[in-house]
């Protein structure tokens, strides 16, 4: 049975950004809740990140044995090609000497893209070999070009929408920027490690499970621009330092992104609960 103060701690879990669920203010909605009462059916939960693991147990009171953390896995090197970016590069109109920040996902609430453009504007007032690379669309593409060029900024921001090439796109990037207010366990920040870019984004969600802060990356807080300009500006004005982190984030990510071992998990996982169900 699912307590009271289990359902209200659901709404802890969503802000949290941990679990995603549709809610209204004032009560979880229906669908929400049939959703999450499933919980409690399967024999295993997975979950993607560690958090999310012991926030389901310990706000929802499932069994600690029944949820089972995975970490989502990816190609590694199928996003490790240096050779393209000269090539896509010029696809974007973007010169050799640009310094190139790129962000890719959803262009919608809760990316705090507005503030990456704001961000954006105050670093061009003192570096103007700067691109800013928005891949991907959604409900705020308009707003976000309208905010560039109320900015100022719009010769500098290239919006190239949906992009299926994203190895090529990374392959443009100096450095990957996710400015997010809440994540999951981001496939993008992986895909632009296991790509040997230097990273800078936001202590949320699982982020801090894919990184060492300063050592294959750096963390900045949600919501504030200024951080995020010194950031970008500090990783402009040592290059060293850029490459730095590069090539420690891939070196993370060929050690710990791998799909392989996401797929051997599972496999083990599903195994051991075949050869339970058929020793009962």
Not at 90 to 113: A, H, M, P
Request: glycine share 4%; aromatic share 10%; proline share 4%.
């Amino acid at each position: 049975m699912t307590s009271t103060s289990q359902l209200f701690n659901w709404r802890r879990l969503i802000r949290d950004g941990a679990l995603v669920a549709v809610r209204r203010e004032e009560r979880v909605v229906p669908e929400s809740f049939l959703y999450w009462l499933c919980m409690y059916l399967p024999d295993q939960v997975i979950t993607f990140t560690d958090a999310l693991r012991s926030k389901l147990i310990r706000y929802l009171g499932i069994n600690p044995y029944r949820v089972i953390f995975i970490p989502n896995g990816i190609p590694v090197d199928d996003y490790y090609k240096p050779m393209n970016s000269l090539d896509c590069r010029k696809r974007f109109g973007i010169s050799s000497s640009d310094f190139v920040f790129t962000y890719t996902g959803r262009l919608v609430e809760g990316k705090y893209l507005d503030y990456f453009l704001q961000a954006a504007s105050e670093v061009l007032k003192q570096k103007r070999k700067v691109k800013l690379l928005i891949v991907g669309d959604g409900s705020l593409n308009s707003f976000l070009q309208s905010l560039s060029n109320d900015l100022g900024i719009a010769s500098h921001v290239i919006f190239a929408g949906f992009c299926d090439d994203i190895p090529n796109i990374l392959a443009t990037t100096d450095i990957f920027v996710l400015p997010s207010l809440t994540e999951g366990l981001p496939l993008s920040v992986m895909e632009a490690m296991a790509a040997c870019k230097a990273v800078i984004a936001t202590p949320v969600g699982g982020v801090t499970e894919l990184i060492q802060d300063k050592i294959n990356w750096l963390l900045v807080p949600s919501g504030n621009p200024l951080i995020l300009t010194k950031a970008i500006l500090d990783l402009i004005n040592n290059r060293q330092r850029c490459e730095e982190l590069a090539y420690s984030a891939r070196d993370h990510a060929v050690k710990n992104f791998d799909i392989q071992s996401n797929v051997k998990a599972y496999d083990q996982l599903y195994r051991t609960n075949l050869a339970v169900r058929k020793s009962l």
